[in-house]
């Protein structure tokens, strides 16, 4: 099922497809901080509220703190509200990081990625990987929501990568655990792959 067939770009999501995702830890974590409805604002495609915000970049981190102690109606530290969104990492698999670089030897591999400072202060980090070696040295390029101002599926998050990047998406294997976000990528004519949490998708490239 080789789906790299005529391909010379691969845009990989992060959560739930390089990262195995944990979303009802991120929701105990974010409800023990005091936000009673965390289970309501936070999915593993989507969030809403003021995570949402944070996430497409209209609120800043620091406003994002303010506001979550408000919601949560008490002072709340950083730390704990920062534990709520790394609550959401189930997990860094090394065999997709080793796949990462086998392809990278053939393909430009970008990251799109619905996500916060917070997460990615962690993954551009040597914390990422057990090697030491932090995410966005696996990749030629990252576009992240909150940089650039909106979010999956948006068309214009889309546009965005297309216009920054000027790939072709004919020639472009699009993978990401939203359905919604692959049938939007298929709409600007990407080859789209939908791989579920924690799934070995080495597969597809065989």
């Known amino acids: 099922m ?7 770009t691969i845009i990989f999501d992060l959560g739930g497809v390089i990262i195995d995702l944990d979303r009802d830890n991120a929701v105990r974590k974010f409800t023990e901080a005091g936000i009673a409805n ?6 593993s495609y989507h969030q809403e509220g003021i995570f949402q915000q944070l996430e497409e970049g209209s609120i800043s981190r620091d406003d994002f703190y303010k506001e979550f102690c408000k919601l949560a109606g008490k002072e709340v530290s950083h730390d704990k509200i920062d ?5 959401f990492i189930g ?13 990278r030897k053939k393909y430009t591999l970008y990251l ?11 993954a551009c980090s040597p914390r990422f990987s057990k090697t ?14 909150y940089k650039i101002g909106c979010m999956k599926p948006k068309k ?9 990047s000027g790939v072709t998406p004919e020639k472009t294997l699009f993978i990401d655990d939203g359905a919604e976000n692959c049938r939007v990528a298929e709409s600007f ?3 789209s792959f939908k791989p579920e949490n924690k799934e070995d998708f080495r597969y597809i490239f065989q």
Do not use: C
């Open 2 to 8: 080789n789906l790299t067939q005529g391909v010379d």
């Open 38 to 43: 965390a289970a309501d604002m936070l999915s």
């Open 83 to 87: 534990a709520g969104w790394l609550g």
């Open 91 to 103: 997990g860094v698999q090394q065999y997709k990081l080793d796949m990462l670089e086998e392809l």
């Open 112 to 122: 799109l990625s619905n996500t916060n400072p917070v997460v990615m202060e962690w």
């Open 132 to 145: 030491g070696k932090p995410l966005d040295e696996y990749f030629d390029k990252l576009y992240l929501s």
């Open 156 to 164: 214009e998050i889309f546009e965005h990568i297309l216009k920054d």
């Open 189 to 191: 004519g990407f080859r």
